[in-house]
C-alpha cells in the first residue's frame, strides 16, 4: 500500500514537482542565513515528499541528535517569527485536505497534506526518517509510559543502603521531554496552595500570641542508640569471562571494557542474532554479601560522525537474569533509558561472582531503518559487603 501510494502521489498528481519546489525554497532560505533553520526543515519536507507514504517527518530532539546551544536558541527564535505564517499555512492546508478529500480522487493528496500539517506549523529542527524509526520512537514513547505507570513502588523490609561514591564519567544525553505552556495551570495551583498556606500560618500566629499559655519544660530524654549499617562498597573485579566477544579488533568492544569506568565503551557479543542467551561473568576475592547492581545498558558512544549516537544503533538490555552460585536466579527488567540503572536484588544474596544473561532486548535500527543485532553492556558495578 505504501508503494502503491507514492505512485499515486507522483502519477498523476506530480508530487514530485512539489518536492522540489519544496526542497528548492528550503535551499533559498538557508543561503540567506538568517532563515537558515526554516530552509533546512524545508530541505527535509523535500526529501518527505519524495516518498510521503514511506517516510515521516520527527523532531530531531527524538533521535538525540546533539546541537550547539547557540544554533538551538536562534532556531526558537526563528520559529517564533515563523509561527504567524506556520499558522496561516495549517488553514490553508486543511482547506484544501477537504476540498481534495471530497473529489474521492484526492484522497492521495489529502493524505500527504494532512501528514504535513506539523511540519507546515512549525519545520524548524525537524528531519525525515523511515517509517520504521517513527514507529520505533512512537513505541518507545508508549513504552515509557507504561513503565512510569507501573514503576514498581519500593518494599519496606529492604535493608538500608548507602550509595556508593560519586565516579568520574562521561555525562549521558539528557532526555528528551518538554515542560511548557500545558502545564502553566500546575505553576498557578502551586502558587494558590503556597499563598493559602502562608496566609493560614501568619493567621494562627497572630491568634497564638493573643492567647498564649504558659510553656512547660519538659526535659529531653536520650535516644537510643541505632545499630551501624554497614554501607556497601563496590567489589573490585578480579576476573571476567564471558561467553562470546565482538570479533572486531576494537579494544572498545572487549569484556574489560563493561569494567573500565567509561560508558564510552562497552563488552559486546559476538554471537548472530540478538544475542539472546550471552553472558557476562564478574568474580571478586572474597564471598561478599551482594547489595545491589548497576549497570548502564548498550553503547553509549556518541561522535560527530555519520554514525552519531551509537546507543539508538545498537541493542540495548531489557531483560536479563543474574546468576550467583548458591543461590537461586532470578530476572529483572530494565528501562530503555540511558545512564546507570539498579537492578534490585533479594536479601541474603551471597557468593563470589555474578553472571549477567541476556534474556531481551529493545532493538536498535539505523539511519535507513534496518535492524542492528549487536548487544552488549557500557558498564556494571557490583556493590556489597564482606
Not at 484526492?106 to 520504521?132: D, M, W
Not at 542508640?225 to 562470546?244: G, I, M
Not at 554514525?307 to 552460585?325: A, I, S, Y
Not at 540511558?338 to 541476556?358: D, E, H, M, N, Y
Request: hydrophobic fraction near 45%; proline fraction near 8%; glycine fraction near 8%.
Amino acid at each position: 500500500m505504501h508503494v502503491l501510494g507514492n505512485i499515486l502521489w507522483h502519477i498523476p498528481f506530480l508530487g514530485f514537482l512539489t518536492a522540489l519546489a519544496a526542497f528548492l525554497s528550503g535551499l533559498l532560505l538557508t543561503i540567506t542565513v538568517i532563515w537558515a533553520p526554516v530552509g533546512l526543515g524545508l530541505m527535509e519536507y523535500g526529501k518527505f515528499l519524495l516518498a510521503p507514504f514511506s517516510r515521516a517527518m520527527v523532531r530531531k530532539s527524538d533521535l538525540n541528535v546533539q546541537q550547539n546551544r547557540i544554533w538551538k536558541t536562534y532556531s526558537t527564535i526563528v520559529m517564533v517569527l515563523y509561527f504567524p505564517l506556520g499558522l496561516l499555512l495549517c488553514l490553508m492546508a486543511i482547506v484544501q485536505i477537504v476540498s481534495s478529500a471530497l473529489t474521492i480522487l484526492g484522497i492521495p493528496v489529502a493524505l500527504v497534506i494532512a501528514k504535513s500539517l506539523g511540519t507546515y506549523l512549525n519545520p524548524v529542527n525537524k528531519q525525515c526518517v523511515p517509517r520504521a524509526v517513527r514507529d520505533e520512537l512512537e513505541r518507545r514513547r508508549a513504552q515509557e509510559s507504561v513503565e512510569r505507570t507501573l514503576a514498581p513502588r519500593p518494599e519496606p523490609h529492604r535493608p538500608v543502603e548507602v550509595a556508593p561514591p560519586a565516579r568520574t564519567a562521561a555525562p549521558s544525553a539528557p532526555a528528551s521531554g518538554r515542560v511548557g505552556g500545558s502545564h502553566a495551570w500546575l505553576v498557578w495551583v502551586i502558587l494558590g496552595v503556597m499563598a493559602f498556606a502562608g496566609g493560614a500560618l501568619a493567621l494562627h500566629l497572630f491568634l497564638g500570641k493573643r492567647s498564649a499559655s504558659p510553656v512547660v519544660e519538659v526535659p529531653e530524654a536520650p535516644l537510643p542508640e541505632r545499630p551501624s549499617v554497614a554501607a556497601p562498597t563496590v567489589l573490585f573485579p578480579r576476573h571476567l569471562r564471558a561467553s562470546s566477544v565482538s570479533p572486531s579488533k576494537k579494544s572498545e568492544y572487549v569484556a574489560a571494557a563493561a569494567v573500565d569506568g567509561n560508558p564510552e565503551t562497552w563488552w559486546q557479543e559476538g554471537a548472530a542474532g540478538d544475542g539472546i542467551g550471552e553472558w557476562l561473568e564478574i568474580g571478586w576475592d572474597q564471598m561478599a554479601e551482594v547489595r545491589e547492581i548497576r549497570l548502564i545498558s548498550g553503547y553509549q558512544k556518541t561522535r560527530d560522525d555519520r554514525f552519531g549516537d551509537r546507543w539508538f544503533l545498537n541493542n540495548r538490555l531489557r531483560q536479563l537474569r543474574v546468576e550467583v552460585p548458591g543461590n537461586p536466579p532470578f530476572e529483572a527488567f530494565l528501562a530503555d533509558r540511558k545512564g546507570f540503572q539498579s537492578v534490585p536484588v533479594p536479601a541474603g544474596l551471597r557468593g563470589t561472582s555474578a553472571r549477567l544473561v541476556i534474556l531481551d532486548v529493545y532493538p536498535g535500527y539505523n539511519a535507513a531503518g534496518n535492524r542492528v543485532q549487536d548487544s552488549g553492556i557500557a558498564e556494571v558495578e557490583i556493590l556489597g559487603v564482606r
